[in-house]
């Protein structure tokens, strides 16, 4: 069955700093990917998604590149501010089932950036 | 998100209750998905909606959880004698291959 693992957290980081949080995948097919934000108190957002091997995909400084060799997808940012603070979610669909695109989802890594 | 709401926001229950939980999605949206959120499982899938049908409801946990859903729009979700383990963020979500999440109905079942 499909999975999905991403680095445990929770990560603490000062302002400016890079980001880097890992996120493997097994699926069956040929999935989409990924990756949804729970800012506190929020509900989950679609942060960013690659539809297929090579894609990247970039929203709000953030970016994570589908690497079909190596079945990630890592996501990071080059300098995160206390906005960033929030819960990721690296996530998969895969369309094995018809028009189902279920979403397989990794644990969650808290993220918590300090001024 | 945007285009899809759920009522109650909040529901506290004593076990052995049944609730209702509903979802509400912009029209037009064919496909709609429920899931729960909890500290011990995280994330997971529970039914999947193609209209008024639902194909994939492999997620759901016990024959105490049901779905349906009408006129291809609103989609209600029934746990009977609900159990603690029961207790967690149930959240809807459409369209389809990029989902967009409701605010989700927080459960706590006493």
């Known amino acids: 069955g499909n999975s999905v693992t991403q680095m445990e957290g929770p990560v603490t980081l000062s302002e400016e700093a890079f980001l880097t949080i890992n996120c493997t995948y097994t699926?069956?097919?040929?999935?989409?990917l990924f990756w949804y934000v729970q800012y506190p108190g929020e509900g989950l957002q679609l942060l960013l998604k690659a539809t297929k091997a090579d894609d990247k995909g970039s929203n709000k400084g953030f970016e994570a590149t589908y690497r079909k060799e190596t079945t990630s997808f890592h996501l990071e940012k080059g300098s995160v501010q206390v906005s960033d603070s929030a819960v990721y979610f690296c996530?998969?669909?895969?369309?094995?089932?018809?028009?189902?695109?279920?979403?397989?989802f990794g644990k969650g890594t808290l993220l918590t950036v300090n001024p | 998100g945007a285009g899809v709401s759920q009522s109650p926001s909040n529901k506290v229950t004593e076990k052995g209750k049944d609730v209702e939980l509903r979802c509400d999605p912009i029209?037009?949206?064919?496909?709609l998905y429920w899931y729960r959120q909890s500290l011990g499982q995280g994330l997971e899938f529970l039914i999947y909606?193609?209209?008024?049908?639902?194909?994939?409801k492999s997620g759901l946990p016990s024959d105490r959880f049901s779905a349906e859903r009408t006129g291809g729009s609103v989609s209600t979700l029934t746990i009977q004698r609900t159990q603690q383990e029961d207790s967690a963020v149930y959240l809807c979500a459409t369209p389809g291959n990029e989902q967009f999440f409701g605010p989700g109905t927080r459960l706590t079942v006493l």
């Open positions: 029209s037009g949206h064919t496909a």
């Open positions: 996530a998969l669909s895969d369309k094995s089932g018809g028009s189902n695109y279920k979403l397989t």
């Open positions: 699926a069956t097919g040929y999935p989409s």
């Open positions: 909606f193609q209209g008024n049908s639902a194909p994939d």
